[in-house]
């Protein structure tokens, strides 16, 4: 569950609108793993183009810039809305109770689908675009036999445990350092959760002949994965390409 463009306006008054230009954005391969697949990722027909909710990376002109970009060279691309698993976020950084915060993500979801269908529906002619949701794939009993699987992982094996609560305890020593040091552990435990359901998600998409995932950033844990360092993980993200994308403005 690894980017924006400004007509000048007359010289004389300007207005807010007429003095700025509309960034313009540019998509590229940053990454590929396993590296072995750096020149057949796209011999593939079909991805999944992973999103994040309320992240700079998928503003309206980066996510334009990726879809282009899949349009390119793929024929079929399922785009993965992270609407559920976000309830784990906004719990843990905005404080929302786990209600409150589940009903948030999806309609953070439903409005991102909403905003960017006439996206997708542009690139059609070469390109079958459609949206899934992780709450839709996490109400599955495939869903809960990967997450049962991975938690058990996650619990049974050191260095995957490792791998993935890394990131989560990088992040959080940066940007909460005036929390608790109960609470900082916290959050790096809700990393984890969150990491884990996004796996199993990952898990399950990947299993709908979707072999490829595209993002504008990298998982280290994924790559480890590829990398065959974990070969207790699910062959589903063993077996997975992960293409990191990098979206920069011009």
Same mark, same amino acid.
């Given at each position: 569950?690894?980017?924006?463009?400004?007509?000048?306006?007359?010289?004389? !008054?300007?207005?807010?609108?007429?003095?700025?230009?509309?960034?313009?954005?540019?998509?590229?391969?940053?990454?590929?793993?396993?590296?072995?697949?750096?020149?057949?990722?796209?011999?593939?027909?079909?991805?999944?183009?992973?999103?994040? /909710?309320?992240?700079?990376?998928?503003?309206?002109?980066?996510?334009?810039?990726?879809?282009?970009?899949?349009?390119?060279?793929?024929?079929?691309?399922?785009? /993965?809305?992270?609407?559920?698993? $976000?309830?784990?976020?906004?719990?843990?950084?905005?404080?929302?109770?786990?209600?409150?915060?589940?009903?948030?993500? /999806?309609?953070?979801?439903?409005?991102?689908?909403?905003?960017?269908?006439?996206?997708?529906?542009?690139?059609?002619?070469?390109?079958?675009?459609?949206?899934?949701?992780?709450?839709?794939?996490?109400?599955?009993?495939?869903?809960?036999?990967?997450?049962?699987? /991975?938690?058990?992982?996650?619990?049974?094996?050191?260095?995957?445990?490792?791998?993935?609560?890394?990131?989560?305890?990088?992040? $959080?020593?940066?940007?909460?350092?005036?929390? !608790?040091?109960?609470?900082?552990?916290?959050?790096?435990?809700?990393?984890?959760?969150?990491?884990?359901?996004?796996?199993?998600?990952?898990?399950?998409?990947?299993?709908?002949?979707?072999?490829?995932?595209?993002?504008?950033?990298?998982?280290?844990?994924?790559?480890?994965?590829?990398?065959?360092? $974990?070969?207790?993980?699910?062959?589903?993200?063993?077996?997975?390409?992960?293409?990191?994308?990098?979206?920069?403005?011009?």
């Amino acid at each position: 569950m690894d980017n924006q463009t400004l007509t000048p306006a007359p010289a004389s !008054s300007p207005t807010p609108v007429e003095g700025r230009r509309r960034t313009r954005y540019r998509t590229a391969v940053q990454s590929v793993s396993p590296a072995a697949r750096q020149d057949t990722f796209d011999g593939h027909e079909a991805c999944f183009l992973g999103v994040s /909710l309320d992240n700079s990376s998928f503003s309206p002109g980066r996510f334009e810039s990726m879809v282009k970009w899949v349009s390119r060279h793929y024929g079929r691309c399922t785009v /993965l809305i992270g609407d559920s698993i $976000h309830r784990l976020t906004l719990a843990s950084t905005r404080g929302m109770d786990p209600d409150r915060a589940l009903e948030h993500a /999806l309609d953070l979801g439903r409005r991102f689908m909403d905003a960017q269908q006439p996206v997708l529906d542009a690139h059609r002619a070469s390109t079958e675009f459609t949206f899934v949701t992780c709450s839709e794939v996490q109400a599955t009993e495939e869903y809960e036999e990967f997450h049962y699987a /991975l938690r058990t992982l996650f619990v049974k094996d050191e260095a995957f445990r490792a791998s993935v609560e890394s990131f989560g305890r990088a992040y $959080h020593a940066k940007h909460s350092s005036t929390v !608790s040091a109960a609470e900082l552990q916290q959050r790096i435990d809700t990393s984890s959760a969150y990491f884990l359901e996004e796996f199993a998600v990952f898990c399950c998409v990947t299993r709908r002949d979707l072999p490829v995932m595209v993002y504008p950033g990298q998982f280290v844990t994924l790559d480890e994965i590829s990398a065959g360092l $974990h070969p207790q993980a699910p062959d589903e993200l063993r077996d997975l390409t992960l293409v990191a994308l990098r979206v920069q403005g011009r």
